[in-house]
């Protein structure tokens, strides 16, 4: 860790871009994916998270989507969410940072964070399957499955396996990457494409932290095993000694 620290006071990174993915929820009490208490450990993806099974039956993948909407509701931010946000509040006129990330929970928007891309959607909306309209949905849906004004199923606004990502986003985030001093890859397993192809677009310093090794680590500057809540605050605050001197 102490080495990392110094490479950050040494190359005093402005631009910095923060890659999250569901393990920086998990010191927050919501359920990763992947790994022995993951989500995919007692759901199949095949019957929750595709087009086709949304198809099949909706009322079933609600049902998932409200359970998972409860415990989110009732997570809070943590201090890694925290860190992050403060990091964009502080940098202000003298760097930026941009959070992109795979969750679909809200809670760097939460924490405060505005420069935010959603790659995989955000389990508080809803999208008509006809009209393709959304709509905020942050409270339980009255009827189930819940409906459009104009009749039609609403679906969660969340992007499921075979389905593009939003218009943009992952432009916008490659070209950020790209441009960044520094890259802090934070709680994904880098299983997921086309997102995790998003590390191979650094050029300058990249740092994962994972308490396990994945497919990204070997590609990142330096991988710190470890807890985003205990590594992610000594990072930001160091970032901000040196850019704000
Ligand atoms: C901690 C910690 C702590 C724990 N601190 N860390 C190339 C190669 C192979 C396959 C593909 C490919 N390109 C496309 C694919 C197919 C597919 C894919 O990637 N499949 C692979 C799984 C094999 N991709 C897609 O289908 C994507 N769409 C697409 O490619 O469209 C192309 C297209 C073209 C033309 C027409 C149509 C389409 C879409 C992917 C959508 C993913 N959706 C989900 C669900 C979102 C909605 C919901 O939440 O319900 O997104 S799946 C799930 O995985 C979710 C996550 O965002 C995503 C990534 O997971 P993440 O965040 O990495 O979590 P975990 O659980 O995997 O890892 C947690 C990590 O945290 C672990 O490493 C822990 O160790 C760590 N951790 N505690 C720090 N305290």
């Given at each position: 860790?102490?080495?990392v620290?110094?490479?950050?006071r040494r190359?005093?990174?402005?631009?910095?871009?923060?890659f999250?993915?569901?393990?920086?929820?998990?010191?927050s009490?919501?359920?990763t994916?992947?790994?022995?208490?993951?989500l995919?450990?007692?759901?199949?993806?095949?019957?929750?998270a595709?087009?086709?099974?949304?198809?099949?039956?909706?009322?079933?993948?609600?049902e998932?989507?409200e359970?998972r909407?409860?415990l989110?509701r009732?997570?809070q931010?943590?201090?890694a969410h925290?860190a992050?946000?403060?990091?964009?509040?502080?940098?202000?006129?003298k760097?930026d940072a941009?959070?992109?990330?795979?969750?679909v929970?809200?809670?760097?928007?939460?924490a405060?964070?505005r420069n935010?891309i959603e790659?995989?959607?955000?389990i508080?909306r809803?999208?008509?399957?006809s009209?393709?309209?959304t709509r905020?949905?942050?409270?339980?849906?009255?009827?189930?499955?819940?409906?459009c004004?104009c009749?039609?199923?609403?679906r969660?606004d969340?992007?499921?396996?075979?389905e593009?990502?939003p218009?943009?986003?992952?432009?916008?985030?490659?070209?950020?990457v790209?441009?960044?001093?520094?890259l802090l890859v934070?709680?994904t397993?880098?299983l997921?494409?086309?997102a995790a192809?998003?590390?191979?677009?650094a050029r300058?310093?990249?740092?994962?932290?994972?308490?396990?090794?994945?497919p990204?680590s070997?590609?990142c500057?330096?991988?710190l095993?470890?807890?985003?809540t205990t590594?992610?605050p000594?990072i930001?605050?160091t970032?901000?000694?040196?850019a704000?001197r």
């Open positions: 860790m102490e080495n620290l110094s490479s950050i190359e005093r990174p402005r631009r910095i871009v923060v999250t993915g569901a393990g920086i929820s998990a010191e009490g919501i359920p994916f992947r790994g022995s208490e993951g995919w450990k007692n759901f199949r993806a095949e019957d929750l595709t087009p086709e099974a949304f198809h099949r039956d909706p009322e079933l993948v609600w998932w989507y359970w909407r409860g989110i009732a997570a931010p943590n201090a925290m992050i946000a403060r990091l964009e509040r502080e940098l202000a006129r760097g941009l959070v992109v990330t795979q969750n929970d809200g809670l760097h928007a939460r405060g964070s935010l790659l995989h959607g955000n508080f809803a999208r008509c399957t009209e393709q309209t905020e949905l942050a409270h339980p849906a009255e009827s189930m499955p819940p409906r004004g009749g039609s199923l609403l969660p969340v992007v499921w396996f075979g593009m990502l218009a943009g986003a992952m432009e916008r985030a490659a070209a950020a790209a441009g960044c001093d520094l934070v709680g397993s880098g997921v494409y086309p192809g998003l590390v191979s677009s300058r310093m990249s740092i994962e932290v994972n308490p396990q090794k994945t990204l070997a590609s500057t330096h991988a095993p470890g807890y985003a590594i992610i000594p930001t605050e970032i901000l000694e040196g704000l």
